[in-house]
């Protein structure tokens, strides 16, 4: 089964190309690690806590965290729809 752009595909992998086949195409972020996981937390409604596990977001910290993203990536498509308050 071929891969993107035909590279070879692993049956290990369920079909999908290899990891060293596309890593050298995939384009570099630009966007900060620290609004990476601003966005993680959006996405997840979740954050880290103090004690390393996982703690649901409220809904005040949802909200602060979209208007500081859509501030400064407002045509990042995943930032389009406002959270329920």
């Known amino acids: 089964m071929a ?3 035909g590279e070879s595909s ?3 992998h369920g079909g999908l190309p290899r990891a060293a086949d596309v890593a050298g195409r995939i384009p570099p972020c630009s966007i900060p690690l620290d ?3 601003a966005l993680a937390q959006l996405l997840s409604c979740r954050r880290i806590d ?3 596990g996982m703690a ?3 809904s ?8 500081t993203l859509k501030a400064k990536y ?5 930032l ?6």
Do not use: I
Not at 60 to 66: H, P, V
Not at 74 to 78: E, L, N, T, Y
Not at 80 to 85: H, R, V, Y
């Open 3 to 5: 891969g993107l752009s």
């Open 10 to 12: 692993s049956p290990d």
């Open 35 to 37: 609004d990476l996981v």
């Open 50 to 52: 103090d004690t390393g």
């Open 56 to 58: 649901f977001l409220e």
């Open 60 to 67: 005040a910290d949802s909200l602060k965290l979209w208007q």
């Open 74 to 78: 407002p045509d990042m498509a995943v």
């Open 80 to 85: 389009q729809l406002k959270p329920a308050q």
